[in-house]
């Protein structure tokens, strides 16, 4: 599921077709690349630290939560990606969560709403602030980190606010029917024999599976998904194309809100509460599992498919070096050098194709 906004296609020749056997042997796109590379270093990374530390393998306390993890974080990864797209970034990604989860928290404790209709809810109100978002940055043309970064702290206060009015104790703790299932049970539960899974993947990596189809199918098939990429190659050509560009970042943003929503959902059922804290941790790893698996910051390319290795990639770091007895402080390192070697992937990937194209002359 990678796509972008141009791709190469054969033209005939006035001379008709070459021979097949003149034709170069066909090479491994740039983006297939960087995700086998990716899911090589991963299995690597797996290897040694389960060579290193066997309690890394145990299914019930490390390949379990280690998944719920990466279910999560991909979540939290393709909402970015929504916004990187069109050459955007979301900065309020984490209290987009966190203002969706409020409602949520609210739907289930005072309304009384079931488990899936108080989702709906929650995915209502981040589309909407995402809409938002986006409405106010097609229509001021203020760049969208500037947006981004007021909405984030407007949304912390906001949320804050209702906290302390309509809780006592900062968290919304009505657990819905299905939610405590959703948070302990695997896909083995789900029915008799193993066709129904192993013991050691959460029921809630479906939620991120539906994700990454629904994504995936928007930009790599549908009409919407070529325009967004278009708008992020270059806006004012696809204005020129008759592309609504406005509309289409809206339409970016309200994505990007809508699955924000859904990451908050998750890791609220897996903390087992909905506070004003929730997304607070999403921020940087929002960036490093889309950058990793190849989604331009310029926008006009993304990766469904390099966003959950790249997610995984970073996952299986953090849970390694903590099953090792690696400190926080360590952690924010590493995963500090990791962001800033994935922000270097696009200029180092410019720097390869345009040595190619000089050795090509």
């Not at 599921?1 to 090479?27: C, F, I, L, Q």
């Not at 928290?105 to 109100?125: C, E, N, R, S, T």
């Not at 193993?194 to 939620?207: D, E, K, N």
Request: charged share 10%; glycine share 12%; net charge positive.
């Amino acid at each position: 599921m990678s796509t972008s906004s141009t791709r190469e296609t054969e033209r005939d020749r006035p001379d008709g077709p070459a021979p097949e056997t003149a034709m170069p042997a066909r090479r491994l796109t740039a983006g297939a690349s960087q995700r086998i590379g990716l899911l090589v270093a991963i299995a690597a990374l797996v290897v040694f630290f389960g060579s290193a530390r066997s309690s890394f393998y145990n299914q019930q306390f490390s390949i379990f939560p280690l998944l719920q993890d990466i279910a999560i974080f991909t979540v939290v990864g393709l909402s970015q990606m929504a916004a990187l797209s069109i050459g955007h970034m979301n900065l309020a990604v984490g209290r987009m969560a966190a203002f969706s989860a409020m409602f949520m928290g609210l739907a289930f404790q005072d309304w009384h709403l079931p488990l899936y209709a108080g989702l709906a809810v929650g995915l209502l109100a981040g589309a909407a602030i995402g809409a938002l978002t986006g409405w106010v940055i097609s229509t001021t043309g203020v760049n969208s980190f500037v947006v981004t970064l007021a909405m984030d702290f407007a949304l912390l206060g906001l949320v804050s606010l209702v906290y302390s009015q309509f809780t006592t104790a900062a968290a919304f703790t009505a657990k819905p029917v299905g939610m405590e299932g959703l948070r302990t049970y695997s896909l083995a539960d789900l029915c008799a024999g193993p066709v129904c899974g192993s013991p050691a993947v959460p029921q809630i990596l479906l939620f991120t599976v539906v994700a990454m189809l629904l994504v995936g199918y928007l930009y790599a098939r549908s009409r919407t998904g070529r325009e967004l990429l278009l708008v992020g190659s270059n806006i004012t050509a696809a204005r020129l194309s008759g592309i609504p560009a406005g509309r289409r970042v809206v339409f970016a943003h309200a994505l990007s809100g809508t699955l924000a929503a859904l990451a908050g959902f998750m890791l609220a059922v897996t903390s087992g509460s909905f506070t004003a804290g929730i997304g607070a941790e999403f921020m940087i790893p929002s960036f490093l599992g889309p950058v990793l698996g190849g989604t331009l910051l310029t926008g006009g390319g993304v990766s469904v498919i390099g966003t959950l290795l790249g997610t995984s990639l970073v996952q299986v770091i953090h849970q390694g070096l903590t099953t090792m007895g690696i400190g926080l402080e360590s952690l924010n390192i590493y995963l500090g050098v990791i962001l800033l070697l994935a922000l270097s992937t696009d200029r180092i990937r410019s720097l390869v194709v345009t040595r190619r194209a000089a050795a090509a002359r």
